[in-house]
């Protein structure tokens, strides 16, 4: 497209087999022509990334004219050499041209998710506001490398996918096993089967994991605080119990040999209380509750800092979250010897698969009172009678 001119026509066998057969294999589900619209747009803006060749065959072509200008000119007057002043030169048209090209791009993403936006309910648009935010779409845009945990079968992409956008659910029994109606909403929130709590787990000790390969020492998970002796907290929503535990802590993240106390919080952004408030008030609203009940505590008792680790099902992380997470990646990259940039990316991707396999779970998960029975072709395998046999045979 970006080689050759007046092709968008030509494309459209393109378009057409992306629409009809490889987004609805992609995503389980027939795609209306506004959920095509919607998954043109990049990931970062809401969409997945799968853009519509007809419609941008020719702007890729122009704006690969105008970011290969500069250089066309100088191949075209067939200098053998270059003058150290005309190379220079010519890099900084390049580098103005190329940044003319991504800015001239990125006002038309802009645009055109304004245009699909506005053909969204209210909802709907508080829902792409949510998938417009930094770190709801890391998952989509990371390469699915087995090693680090990168990968989803196909299953948990499709459920990703319908809970990214709210499609119904298919397969799942429309009572769960609290007896309440199912949905993606209710899923998210029933404390039945101990999904809420293995999503916060699961990211407490990846986090703690993290301090321990920074260097960080002391490194405790659900450490105790020490017991109140007269002392006397301001706020009546403090946490003044002598068994008061956080999540984890650490000494050497902010300052040595200080200690940093966490706690963490992994909401349902689509539960009516968070979904009602803007994201960045609702994510604001978690942390303030966190640092209402231990902030004053650890300061005053403690003497120490405390960090509130707040983040939606959707992976999105508060101020608070994020600012930790950087330093977490200083402390790393300075012991490690990687670029700080390829280090708070890769932080970025485990904290998103982290919290994408864990949210991912719960939605299919097992509410029962019993233990789900294993059926394959043969007869149940009875492992304890197997156990006992080849103990008798040896």
Avoid at 16 to 41: C, K, M, W
Avoid at 64 to 71: N, V
Avoid at 161 to 173: C, D, I, K, N, S
Avoid at 290 to 306: D, G, I, M, Q, W
Wanted: charged residues 25%; contains cysteine.
């Amino acid at each position: 497209m970006r080689t050759t001119p007046g092709i968008s026509e030509l494309l459209q066998p393109l378009e057409d087999f992306l629409q009809s057969s490889f987004l609805p294999t992609t995503i389980s589900r027939h795609v209306t022509p506004s959920q095509r619209n919607l998954f043109a747009l990049p990931a970062r803006d809401g969409g997945v990334g799968v853009f519509n060749p007809v419609t941008t065959a020719d702007n890729e072509y122009k704006r690969s004219i105008e970011a290969t200008a500069p250089l066309s000119k100088v191949i075209l007057e067939q200098c053998i050499t270059i003058e150290p002043e005309r190379a220079w030169a010519l890099a900084n048209e390049l580098k103005s041209a190329k940044h003319t090209m991504v800015t001239s791009k990125r006002l038309q993403e802009r645009e055109t998710t304004k245009s699909v936006c506005s053909q969204m309910s209210t909802s709907e648009q508080r829902r792409h506001e949510e998938l417009s935010a930094r770190g709801a779409s890391t998952w989509i845009t990371t390469l699915p490398l087995q090693e680090h945990g990168f990968v989803l079968n196909k299953q948990e992409w499709w459920d990703a996918m319908a809970m990214r956008y709210g499609f119904e659910l298919e397969g799942v029994p429309p009572t769960c096993g609290c007896r309440k109606s199912n949905s993606i909403e209710h899923s998210l929130s029933c404390a039945r089967g101990g999904f809420v709590y293995m999503r916060h787990n699961q990211l407490r000790d990846l986090t703690a994991n993290f301090l321990h390969e920074a260097g960080c020492k002391d490194v405790v998970v659900e450490p105790r605080l020490l017991p109140l002796t007269g002392e006397v907290l301001s706020l009546k929503t403090a946490n003044t119990s002598n068994d008061a535990r956080l999540d984890v802590s650490a000494r050497g993240v902010w300052s040595p040999g200080d200690k940093t106390f966490l706690d963490f919080r992994v909401f349902n952004s689509l539960a009516p209380t968070n979904s009602a408030l803007p994201l960045d008030r609702t994510l604001l609203k978690h942390e303030e509750e966190k640092k209402r009940v231990y902030n004053e505590r650890v300061l005053e008792v403690e003497k120490s800092t405390f960090s509130p680790i707040v983040c939606s099902t959707t992976g999105i992380f508060g101020n608070e979250a994020q600012k930790f997470y950087r330093q977490v990646a200083i402390l790393l990259s300075n012991r490690s010897g990687q670029e700080y940039q390829h280090t708070i990316r890769y932080i970025r991707q485990r904290l998103a698969f982290c919290i994408l396999k864990t949210t991912v779970a719960s939605l299919r998960g097992h509410r029962g009172t019993k233990v789900t029975r294993y059926t394959s072709d043969r007869n149940d395998i009875n492992i304890l009678y197997m156990i006992n046999n080849l103990t008798h045979a040896f």
